[in-house]
């Protein structure tokens, strides 16, 4: 089993900045993909940022490129989201998953294991 912490939200003004992080612990992996969801009220889980250690490469929704940026440290198995720029529609519950193997990297069903969740609102 693994268990996926997230922290970091919180309020913030528009264009300020936000630095997410997800601890992860438990059973251990070579091949996995680890991305940020989120969920703003009313609307569908969307894909928000990726990175996969198989294919060492880092994926981005299009509303975020240049501004939000995932890093992982894998001395602390934590997975990093830096959000700059931040914008009213970046406000939603975010969440870290956790996927084996290989995965369809935007698709929130392929992901094995979920955090429960930490809040981001962003005041204009």
């Known amino acids: 089993q693994v268990q996926l912490v997230e922290s970091g939200g919180g309020l913030v003004q528009a264009g300020g900045s936000l630095r997410l992080s997800c601890a992860a612990s438990g059973r251990a992996f070579n091949n996995y993909a680890m991305g940020w969801f989120r969920q703003a009220p009313g609307k569908e889980r969307e894909f928000v940022a990726a990175?996969?250690?198989?294919?060492?490469?880092?994926y981005y929704a299009d509303s975020v490129k240049g501004r939000f940026t995932i890093s992982k440290d894998n001395a602390n198995n934590t997975l990093y989201l830096q959000m700059n720029s931040l914008k009213p529609e970046d406000t939603a519950e975010y969440y870290c998953?956790?996927?084996?193997?290989?995965?369809?990297?935007?698709?929130?069903?392929?992901?094995?294991?979920w955090g429960q969740g930490t809040q981001v609102t962003v005041s204009s």
């Open positions: 990175i996969s250690t198989i294919l060492a490469t880092t």
């Open positions: 998953a956790l996927a084996i193997g290989f995965v369809v990297i935007r698709d929130a069903s392929g992901y094995d294991y």
